[in-house]
């Protein structure tokens, strides 16, 4: 254990979920090139990778409650150093699938979200047991006649999804390089990306002398301080109950000109500074919410909150705190966890009205958006650090009975510029399709991904909705006005 290094998480760490925030990236394969020597590749470039990168090899681990500072639910990451000449990773696994399924059909498909359910390996459709030494980083490289379906991705406690796909850029790089025989090294990220003392020294030197505002509990999606965990349950927060019955995932597509116009119809006199992302916000939260209330008003047997008259809609949406911090706080490349929620809340009533306009809604997305800049998200990190308890902060999935969808915008992913390497890869090393496995979400959370921006300005967007609930969304011509069914 002499060789061992720890790294304890940052406080804002202990608030994301706990499963891996990995995605999906479909590879053609170029003619000739063989499952085998294409992992070659993709295993020495990881091997690489981990190499700068050592804490990605390591795993999370409750913390000893003898080490200095310790506080329950503290959790750590453990790692040795990792040399170039030692043996490549375990972390990624090679599966060639029997199947008649061929990379050309998916790509006709649409490349559904979860295509292969028979390829999933468990790590993914069961959050690990983060405080038992679990992997930081897995991935698994599933090959098809004519491609290969790249799953990959930390911890979600780790990285969030800028940081995740940061890595896996770093990853590419060096399988470009590997099938270059350049000379050139692919250079190290800097010391300060792994850095998770960052945020801490920086709300110590930067950060209000007053005490933290307790507003800003709502960059972690909550409305207040979390409750104290009962010394009866061990600790842990009981976990999200999983559906028998899974939703369905289905991607949609928006072309550039519609999104154009959804834009134009978010915007009205009384509009300032709402965002491409607010109007597509505002589409999802009112489209999904109307769908799932009428779905339930049919049901006389459907007693849940969506029902009631006064109840109150929530919207959880993601977003990217990096951008908040001035760079001499927080370096862009930071690649730890800086994501934080803009809650958004509204009358139920009137978010699934006919007579609300797109306008309205996205007003009350941007307003809460307003209310995110480098002070709130110091008292928010300052508030996390206060408790006496890490187990509190731990992430809770929205009720699949209750009125609130979670939106996680991923325009802004550094996800445009990855390249694999043409040598091996097709279409120049680039991915055609980038997706993020949905079965864990199918079982156990209503959320909603917006996925990179395409490279002719459309968008793609993930939503799950239980049969009825997505059948009712298909036929509501003000939803279809913009989008497009793509695939299942």
């Given at each position: 254990?002499?060789?061992?290094?720890?790294?304890?998480?940052?406080?804002?760490?202990?608030?994301?979920?706990?499963?891996?925030?990995?995605?999906?990236?479909?590879?053609?394969?170029?003619?000739?090139?063989?499952?085998?020597?294409?992992?070659?590749?993709?295993?020495?470039?990881?091997?690489?990778?981990?190499?700068?990168?050592?804490?990605?090899?390591?795993?999370?681990?409750?913390?000893?409650?003898?080490?200095?500072?310790?506080?329950?639910?503290?959790?750590?990451?453990?790692?040795?150093?990792?040399?170039?000449?030692?043996?490549?990773?375990?972390?990624?696994?090679?599966?060639?699938?029997?199947?008649?399924?061929?990379?050309?059909?998916?790509?006709?498909?649409?490349?559904?979200?979860?295509?292969?359910?028979?390829?999933?390996?468990?790590?993914?459709?069961?959050?690990?047991?983060?405080?038992?030494?679990?992997?930081?980083?897995?991935?698994?490289?599933?090959?098809?006649?004519?491609?290969?379906?790249?799953l990959a991705g930390p911890q979600h406690l780790i990285c969030d999804g800028t940081a995740a796909i940061s890595i896996v850029n770093l990853w590419a790089e060096h399988c470009r390089a590997l099938q270059l025989q350049s000379d050139v090294s692919v250079l190290?990220?800097?010391?300060?990306?792994?850095?998770?003392?960052?945020?801490?020294?920086?709300?110590?030197?930067?950060?209000?002398?007053?005490?933290?505002?307790?507003?800003?509990?709502?960059?972690?999606?909550?409305?207040?301080?979390?409750?104290?965990?009962?010394?009866?349950?061990?600790?842990?927060?009981?976990?999200?109950?999983?559906?028998?019955?899974?939703?369905?995932?289905?991607?949609?597509?928006?072309?550039?000109?519609?999104?154009?116009?959804?834009?134009?119809?978010?915007?009205?006199?009384?509009?300032?500074?709402?965002?491409?992302?607010?109007?597509?916000?505002?589409?999802?939260?009112?489209?999904?919410?109307?769908?799932?209330?009428?779905?339930?008003?049919?049901?006389?047997?459907?007693?849940?909150?969506?029902?009631?008259?006064?109840?109150?809609?929530?919207?959880?949406?993601?977003?990217?705190?990096?951008?908040?911090?001035?760079?001499?706080?927080?370096?862009?490349?930071?690649?730890?966890?800086?994501?934080?929620?803009?809650?958004?809340?509204?009358?139920?009533?009137?978010?699934?009205?006919?007579?609300?306009?797109?306008?309205?809604?996205?007003?009350?997305?941007?307003?809460?958006?307003?209310?995110?800049?480098?002070?709130?998200?110091?008292?928010?990190?300052?508030?996390?650090?206060?408790?006496?308890?890490?187990?509190?902060?731990?992430?809770?999935?929205?009720?699949?009975?209750?009125?609130?969808?979670?939106?996680?915008?991923?325009?802004?992913?550094?996800?445009?510029?990855?390249?694999?390497?043409?040598?091996?890869?097709?279409?120049?090393?680039?991915?055609?399709?980038?997706?993020?496995?949905?079965?864990?979400?199918?079982?156990?959370?209503?959320?909603?991904?917006?996925?990179?921006?395409?490279?002719?300005?459309?968008?793609?967007?993930?939503?799950?909705?239980?049969?009825?609930?997505?059948?009712?969304?298909?036929?509501?011509?003000?939803?279809?006005?913009?989008?497009?069914?793509?695939?299942?």
């Open positions: 254990m002499d060789d061992m290094i720890e790294i304890p998480l940052s406080p804002i760490d202990h608030a994301a979920p706990r499963h891996y925030c990995a995605f999906r990236f479909y590879l053609p394969l170029k003619p000739g090139v063989t499952p085998e020597s294409a992992f070659k590749v993709l295993h020495e470039g990881l091997h690489r990778t981990f190499a700068q990168l050592p804490w990605l090899s390591g795993q999370t681990w409750d913390q000893d409650p003898n080490a200095k500072d310790y506080r329950p639910g503290q959790l750590v990451i453990r790692h040795r150093d990792v040399n170039l000449d030692g043996p490549w990773p375990s972390q990624l696994d090679f599966h060639q699938l029997d199947s008649d399924v061929t990379f050309d059909e998916l790509r006709d498909e649409g490349f559904p979200t979860d295509a292969l359910p028979e390829s999933q390996p468990e790590w993914i459709s069961f959050p690990p047991d983060v405080g038992k030494g679990p992997d930081v980083f897995k991935a698994q490289a599933c090959f098809i006649p004519g491609g290969c379906i790249l190290a990220p800097l010391p300060a990306s792994s850095d998770r003392s960052l945020l801490a020294d920086a709300c110590k030197t930067y950060g209000s002398k007053d005490s933290p505002d307790s507003a800003a509990w709502r960059l972690f999606g909550r409305s207040g301080p979390p409750p104290p965990v009962s010394e009866t349950d061990d600790n842990h927060a009981p976990p999200a109950p999983l559906t028998e019955v899974p939703m369905r995932s289905v991607i949609f597509y928006i072309p550039a000109d519609r999104l154009t116009l959804l834009y134009q119809n978010s915007i009205d006199a009384g509009s300032s500074g709402v965002s491409t992302i607010d109007a597509l916000s505002a589409l999802i939260w009112t489209s999904a919410l109307k769908a799932r209330r009428n779905v339930a008003l049919q049901d006389p047997h459907n007693k849940s909150e969506i029902q009631n008259e006064g109840a109150w809609a929530a919207v959880a949406i993601m977003f990217d705190g990096r951008g908040q911090l001035d760079s001499d706080l927080l370096l862009s490349g930071y690649l730890g966890n800086m994501t934080c929620v803009n809650l958004g809340i509204m009358p139920l009533a009137e978010l699934t009205s006919h007579e609300t306009s797109l306008a309205s809604i996205a007003r009350v997305i941007r307003e809460g958006a307003a209310g995110v800049n480098p002070k709130s998200l110091m008292d928010a990190y300052a508030l996390a650090d206060t408790l006496p308890d890490f187990n509190r902060l731990k992430y809770a999935d929205m009720p699949l009975d209750g009125t609130a969808l979670q939106i996680s915008p991923l325009l802004s992913l550094p996800a445009s510029g990855l390249d694999f390497g043409g040598q091996l890869f097709g279409n120049g090393g680039c991915p055609e399709a980038l997706r993020p496995p949905m079965d864990w979400f199918n079982r156990s959370s209503r959320t909603c991904f917006i996925l990179p921006k395409l490279s002719g300005g459309g968008v793609e967007m993930v939503l799950n909705l239980f049969d009825q609930e997505m059948d009712m969304l298909l036929q509501d011509p003000k939803f279809l006005k913009y989008a497009v069914y793509l695939a299942d």
